[in-house]
């Protein structure tokens, strides 16, 4: 079963002979290695590269293993290198070469060398490894399977996709199993055996169950604003457990790197700044958030919103939570202010967009709800609510542009409408 992630392969295709090394991050399983070996390569062979210029080392494969030893893989490229056309080296698992940050910056001074890798172990999987070859690379994100990305191969209607999305998530492999019970158990290991290992391991974190907990705790309340001095006292008030806000800070800091989750930051409309706390935090993939639960907490409303916000980052947008400040008569008919929330304030470049997600908008009541917070904003930039209750996307009265969920999800320029 074949996935096009023509957003990905069309990146590796812009970078091309930039001089840089191209690293292909993301979460273990979401398609790198098919990303590079296969799709990249169709790609090149199909521009006429000959097939002598296109070496493949997968350093996991046992024979390729004595091509970890840097002076031997160093030896092996610079030999196969026999003419002055461009050879593409295409590396995965590079954790797994000895000393591979002074490899890699070593074949930047091989003129015909175009450079690309992969790696899955907790070193790679983390955001920050562009530093460790001091600004030499240039990484190429990768996620999860798009619920647009997952219909191309999808036997059946949206609404059964999106029943099956919403519950097992966009890792590739997923879709390779038939059976509930297969998709749960492939799941649940992964979450187990690699991010959670690798984390431990990596970070050499002490109480494991606490750390543990922390992620039961961030799954069960995506969407939800927090801090580690709230997480803190949900340890202390609920687990009877006393953490330190300092360290809840590390166990998200390691979260984040590993790309399990992703932090959203708050920011004042109308003061133009952020608001340093508290954020809210967003998973990669809704199966793993769910596997992590056991499957007992899928509530469509903050799964839907967490898959907006996946989609946002995937088309490029920086992705934030708005406020904007209001003034209100109180009971006593006091002036008093309060912050009013909207879901996500999107920046691209310049155009920035102002989003709400509602699951359904069943009346005028919750429709105003919805509106209020939007028509509080006093700038031009394009008020959206995204509801699946809405048959066609059209705009309101008001301005406000309606946008059917599948609409958002299948259709990338729906938000020009």
């Not at 705790?217 to 340890?235: E, M, Q, R, V, Y």
Request: charged share 30%; aromatic share 12%.
């Amino acid at each position: 079963m074949e996935y096009k992630r023509e957003i990905y392969l069309n990146k590796l295709i812009n970078r091309k002979h930039n001089g840089l090394i191209k690293i292909v991050t993301g979460l273990r399983r979401c398609g790198k290695s098919y990303l590079l070996f296969n799709l990249f390569k169709k790609h090149l062979i199909s521009c006429g590269v000959d097939t002598a210029h296109i070496l493949e080392i997968p350093f996991d494969d046992f024979g390729f293993k004595k091509y970890r030893e840097p002076e031997v893989l160093y030896e092996y490229v610079k030999n196969q290198i026999k003419d002055d056309q461009k050879h593409y080296i295409l590396m995965d698992e590079v954790q797994l070469l000895k000393e591979f940050e002074d490899v890699l910056n070593g074949f930047l001074h091989i003129p015909q060398a175009d450079v690309y890798v992969t790696g899955s172990n907790a070193r790679f999987l983390s955001k920050d490894i562009i530093t460790e070859f001091r600004g030499r690379g240039d990484e190429i994100h990768i996620a999860p399977l798009s619920f647009s990305e997952f219909m191309e191969n999808y036997e059946g209607s949206k609404d059964d996709a999106w029943r099956e999305y919403i519950l097992y998530g966009g890792l590739p492999k997923i879709t390779e199993y038939k059976t509930p019970q297969e998709k749960t158990e492939f799941l649940n290991s992964i979450f187990k055996e690699t991010y959670l290992s690798d984390l431990i391991e990596r970070n050499k974190i002490q109480n494991e169950s606490e750390f543990e907990e922390l992620i039961n705790i961030l799954a069960s309340s995506i969407g939800g604003l927090t801090n580690p001095s709230k997480l803190a006292d949900t340890f202390k008030s609920v687990k009877k457990v006393t953490i330190h806000q300092e360290t809840i800070k590390k166990y998200l800091d390691y979260l984040e790197d590993s790309f399990l989750i992703a932090k959203a930051l708050r920011y004042d409309i109308k003061g133009k700044s952020y608001i340093s706390t508290p954020s809210k935090y967003y998973f990669s993939d809704i199966g793993l958030r769910n596997a992590r639960l056991n499957f007992r907490q899928i509530e469509e409303t903050h799964i839907m919103e967490n898959i907006i916000y996946n989609e946002l980052k995937i088309r490029g947008n920086n992705v934030d939570v708005g406020t904007v400040e209001v003034n209100y008569k109180n009971e006593k008919k006091q002036m008093a202010k309060k912050q009013l929330e909207i879901d996500f304030v999107c920046n691209q470049m310049s155009r920035r967009y102002y989003i709400q997600s509602a699951l359904t908008l069943p009346d005028e009541q919750k429709t105003e709800q919805e509106e209020i917070p939007l028509k509080k904003i006093n700038d031009s930039f394009k008020k959206i609510i995204i509801t699946k209750d809405v048959v066609t996307t059209h705009y309101t009265e008001n301005g406000i542009l309606m946008v059917n969920l599948f609409d958002f999800l299948l259709k990338p320029d729906v938000m020009e409408f």
